[in-house]
Structures are given as structure tokens and as C-alpha cells.
């Protein structure tokens, strides 16, 4: 199973929007609306910002958002903070051999 | 509120067994899947494979199947990762994850800290 495909990096300065994609298949990404998105500082454990594909966990900030058109998902982050600043996943349901999950390489976001 | 902690850091020799816990807590273990994740020095996140403690019913990427074995004692409230002869190749941070379901709104909505592992001989 190849993992679902990021961008290395994107970046932006604080205020601006910036958005991050996540290709994958009709056998994931273009199947389901179960695309969720995790964020991960230095050192943490990732933490849950989206998902099934749009929908924020209890606690998130509305500056996060998510989309999916055909095979790709975006996570949009408006006003960016300083604290954004760090590695971005997006994961999709798949059936592909099996019934579980893939991950996407991850995006580095740096706040300029 | 829900948490799962996981067991402390390990430093093992190529060829050893290792087997690393994620004990849940604040929620009904046995009605929500856990899920193990791997991150090499560096790298991403790799989906390894998930288990329902209430059935036993467990899952596993095709790169990771026949490597590991994932496992649960529900009296305990506690998952396992195990390896039987490991390779320096699986040095890496290995978390739990707890996923609600895994038919529909598939999410890791709350995470274990993590547990390091280090193989070197």
C-alpha cells in the first residue's frame, strides 16, 4: 500500500491562509469521507484537527477547515499563528488489501 | 476524561522479543478499537494495525502483517504491540490510538504518548 501523497512543505506568513493536499485513490480518499487530518509538533504525539473529511473534534479552532474533491483532500488553515508551525498528516479509510487506514508522507508547515 | 499511557522507553539487541503496552483509561476499553502507529527517526506516520478488544478482531497493514502481533487483555484495559526477534530497522517511536470505528467516521481522536524503541546491539 503506497502512503497518501503531501507536499514535503508549504509556508506562510501569520494572517495569511494556506492550504495542504492529500492525493490518493478511488480505493481511499475517492471512496470514503472518512479523511482525517492530524497535527504533530516536535517531540508530541499527533493530535486530531479533522475529520471525516470536514468536521472539527470539540476544542479545534474554526481557522481549520477541510474539503475533498475526487481523489484529493485539502486542509485549509486561515490566520496563521505562529503556533501552526508544525507537521501536518492526512489519513484516509482504504480497502485496499486490507480494511484499514494509510497515512500521507506529512507537511511541514512553517510560519515565516 | 479518556486517556491512554503508554509503557516507558526500551533499548533491546537484534534478535530479542519485545512486547510494549497501551493502557487505556476514562472510557468503555472493549467498545473502541486501538490502534498502533509507527515513526522512524525523521519520518511519518505508519499505520501498523488496529484491534476491537470486545471480539478480538484484528487488522493489519500489509507491511506490517506477519512482523507484529497486536493484542489485548480487557480485564486490564490494556493493548499490546509485540515483536518476536526484532531488527534495527524497527527503531522508531511507536504510538496507540484509539479509533471510534472502523466503518464509518474512521479517526484516531485521542493518541497514547508514545513509547520509544531502540534496537542496537
Known amino acids: 500500500q503506497s502512503a497518501l501523497t503531501q507536499p514535503a512543505s508549504v509556508s506562510g506568513s501569520p494572517g495569511q491562509s494556506i492550504t495542504i493536499s492529500c492525493t490518493g485513490t478511488?480505493?481511499?480518499?475517492?471512496?470514503?469521507?472518512?479523511v482525517s487530518w492530524y497535527q504533530q509538533h516536535p517531540g508530541k504525539a499527533p493530535k486530531l484537527m479533522i475529520y471525516?473529511?470536514?468536521n472539527r473534534p470539540s476544542g479545534i479552532s474554526n481557522r481549520f477547515s477541510g474539503s475533498k474533491s475526487g481523489n484529493t483532500a485539502s486542509l485549509t488553515i486561515s490566520g496563521l499563528r505562529a503556533e501552526d508551525e508544525a507537521d501536518y498528516y492526512c489519513s484516509s479509510y482504504t480497502t485496499t488489501n486490507t480494511l484499514g487506514v494509510l497515512f500521507g508522507g506529512g507537511t511541514k508547515l512553517t510560519v515565516l | 476524561e479518556v486517556h491512554l499511557v503508554q509503557s516507558g522507553a526500551e533499548v533491546t539487541k537484534p534478535g530479542e522479543s519485545l512486547k510494549i503496552s497501551c493502557k487505556g483509561s476514562?472510557?468503555?476499553?472493549?467498545?473502541?478499537?486501538i490502534g498502533w502507529v509507527r515513526q522512524m527517526p525523521g519520518k511519518g506516520l505508519e499505520w501498523m494495525g488496529v484491534i476491537y478488544p470486545r471480539d478480538s478482531d484484528t487488522r493489519y497493514s500489509p507491511s506490517f502483517q506477519g512482523q507484529v502481533i497486536i493484542s489485548v487483555d480487557i480485564p486490564i484495559s490494556t493493548a499490546y504491540l509485540q515483536w518476536n526477534s526484532l531488527t534495527a530497522s524497527d527503531t522508531a517511536i511507536y504510538y496507540c490510538a484509539r479509533y471510534p470505528s472502523m466503518v464509518r467516521g474512521v479517526m484516531a481522536d485521542y493518541w497514547g504518548q508514545g513509547t520509544l524503541v531502540t534496537v542496537s546491539s
Open positions: 478511488s480505493s481511499d480518499v475517492g471512496a470514503y469521507n472518512y
Open positions: 476514562g472510557y468503555d476499553f472493549d467498545s473502541y478499537w
Open positions: 471525516d473529511v470536514n
